[in-house]
């Protein structure tokens, strides 16, 4: 159910004033350029590909066409954006000690071309993120995305689906599983999906396969605890199939089994260990769609990652919940909830496993002002490799919450002031854990179109 409100209201209502306790804003912090504290963290840790989003909040098309804003391009509509953000951090590399300092300048340009056919559908998307330190230069990045995602209506019960991407990511100080001095590691990932979906009157299913080949580059020396690039180069392949029942229109139950398989370039990498490993996993869950701002997505179930020369095995709880609610309509919230395994960059540790809590919002305190906000905790859980002596579990947690406000001019343009603050902790500090507190103060300017 909708709560409607007037268009003038108080900023410290008890649902604002919640949201600003415990949320945060868009924001830059170190080499990652994000949307929010919450997907910052999941792309770092899985650099691939910009989903089709059609929520208000994120600029999608829903947003865009309401504002007027997008251009005709024959039977397409191109959605070009511009993001700026000018700031200051005052820990740029993430250190407990003789922390540095810097003005910091964020440019994210993004074209985003969708079509607007009655049946079948393409998407084009090229964006980028170029950031420029001026006490810090070994920290300046520049990131960027190409991708096609589509799909093709076979008949009105079945589709089919299909994405390729190329995208370069730097790995940030401050993030889980990184392992170098000074200028940042950069990944470069191809993924390539395939999906079918089709649906016999309530019950459906849809198969997809995906393969993503990761390649790294180092600019600075490794710590002594960490693997080189060449050691880390990768091809991950995955086949799944989610099986499910519409209850009625909108609210649906499934089952989602799938297995995965990790390949590395390097047989036996640097610190002489084999990392190939397969893996499966088994979720339940339930997507439910209340409105056309307000759906869920949420799964829960069991994953396993075996590796091929040890033997050994990683387990571990998985769930996961995304998508958006407006049960009160100035109100758009946007939870965040994964955990996975994720391959280490550290030579003492196999693997760990990351736990992702988050949550984002955006609040229409009276136009043109705006609230946005966001926050999120991450804990990577690292379990050691096998042979390495006197080497014991640890757990890394990270904290990133901002704040912001924006005015905007016009539907186009949007101005405002952004803080963010991030911590570091380990269970083992001496072991290269991280340990840190930073702050980064940003005015941040929108252009679209």
């Not at 299913?205 to 060449?230: E, F, M």
């Not at 919230?333 to 984002?360: F, W």
């Not at 096998?386 to 924006?406: C, E, M, Q, W, Y």
Request: hydrophobic share 35%; charged share 15%.
């Amino acid at each position: 159910m909708t709560i409607r409100a007037s268009r003038t209201r108080f900023a410290w209502t008890p649902v604002l004033g919640w949201a600003l306790l415990s949320c945060a804003a868009t924001a830059v912090h170190a080499q990652v350029e994000t949307i929010s504290p919450a997907k910052q963290t999941l792309d770092q840790q899985t650099p691939q590909v910009d989903l089709p989003d059609a929520s208000p909040s994120t600029g999608g098309a829903v947003e865009r066409r309401g504002n007027e804003l997008g251009t005709s391009v024959g039977a397409f509509t191109l959605f070009p954006q511009l993001d700026l953000n000018l700031g200051y951090d005052d820990n740029v590399f993430a250190t407990s000690t003789a922390t540095t300092a810097s003005a910091v300048a964020v440019v994210r340009p993004s074209l985003e071309l969708r079509s607007e056919w009655l049946n079948h559908s393409l998407r084009l998307v090229a964006s980028g993120g170029f950031g420029f330190y001026a006490n810090a230069p070994t920290q300046n990045f520049q990131n960027y995305l190409i991708q096609a995602d589509g799909k093709l209506d076979i008949r009105n019960d079945v589709y089919a689906t299909g994405l390729i991407a190329f995208r370069r990511n730097t790995e940030a100080l401050g993030t889980p599983n990184v392992s170098f001095a000074q200028a940042p590691t950069v990944v470069d990932s191809v993924p390539v999906e395939l999906g079918l979906y089709q649906k016999f009157n309530r019950l459906f299913y849809q198969l997809n396969v995906s393969a993503t080949k990761y390649w790294y580059y180092d600019y600075s020396t490794i710590t002594s605890l960490g693997l080189p690039a060449a050691s880390r180069d990768r091809t991950e392949y995955e086949e799944r199939i989610r099986i499910g029942y519409e209850v009625y229109d909108g609210l649906a139950f499934f089952i989602a089994p799938g297995i995965n398989q990790r390949r590395y370039v390097d047989t036996i990498n640097s610190a002489g260990q084999q990392r190939d490993s397969t893996g499966w996993n088994m979720a339940v869950g339930a997507s439910w769609t209340v409105g056309p701002k307000s759906s869920l997505d949420g799964s829960i179930g069991l994953t396993n990652q075996t590796y091929a020369a040890s033997g050994q095995s990683t387990s571990a709880t998985t769930f996961s919940l995304s998508g958006s609610w407006n049960g009160y309509e100035p109100l758009l919230l946007r939870p965040t909830l994964m955990r996975s395994i994720n391959e280490s960059a550290l030579a003492n540790y196999q693997n760990y496993v990351s736990t992702v809590v988050g949550i984002d919002f955006t609040y229409d305190i009276h136009y043109p002002w705006k609230a946005v906000g966001g926050i999120s905790y991450n804990t990577a859980d690292y379990t050691p490799a096998p042979g390495v002596a006197g080497v014991n579990p640890r757990t890394d947690s990270f904290i990133k919450a901002s704040l912001g406000v924006l005015y905007e001019v016009r539907p186009q343009y949007s101005i405002g002031p952004l803080y963010e603050y991030s911590q570091g902790s380990s269970s083992d500090v001496a072991a290269g854990g991280p340990q840190y507190s930073r702050n980064f103060f940003s005015i941040r300017l929108v252009a679209k179109r």
